[in-house]
């Protein structure tokens, strides 16, 4: 099973990013998808998320107006489109998958390993 983040990078203010995470090894259809973002010194924190059938999403206000997420099932990855980014931004960003049904009463969760994002002139 793995989630394969995109390759992170410098960028500067008000400039645009789209990072991507294919999945591999599980039912991505059947998996709600979200990124995650931790900042240094800081907790992790959800940036936004799409639903199994990409038919919801929800964002976190940092958010909001400025990234936008997606997704391929027939390619099994997800986006994350990021516009007018901020220093504040920066941060090592994680896939996370969520599965929409349970086993043994509990639902799986898998993770990406990261991908680094750095807003700065």
């Known amino acids: 099973l793995q989630l394969v983040e995109s390759v992170g990078g410098l960028v500067q203010p008000g400039g645009a990013l789209r990072l991507s995470c294919a999945g591999s090894?599980?039912?991505?259809?059947?998996?709600?998808m979200s990124w995650y973002r931790q900042a240094p010194g800081k907790e992790r924190e959800l940036v936004a998320g799409i639903s199994s059938t990409g038919g919801r999403t929800n964002y976190a206000d940092s958010a909001k107006g400025r990234f936008s997420i997606s997704r391929e099932n027939a390619k099994n990855t997800v986006y994350l489109q990021m516009n007018y980014l901020k220093p504040e931004d920066t941060a090592v960003y994680y896939c996370?998958?969520?599965?929409?049904?349970?086993?043994?009463?509990?639902?799986?969760?898998?993770w990406g390993q990261g991908t680094l994002v750095t807003v700065s002139s």
């Open positions: 090894g599980f039912p991505f259809r059947a998996y709600d």
């Open positions: 996370n998958a969520r599965s929409t049904y349970r086993l043994d009463a509990r639902y799986l969760e898998h």
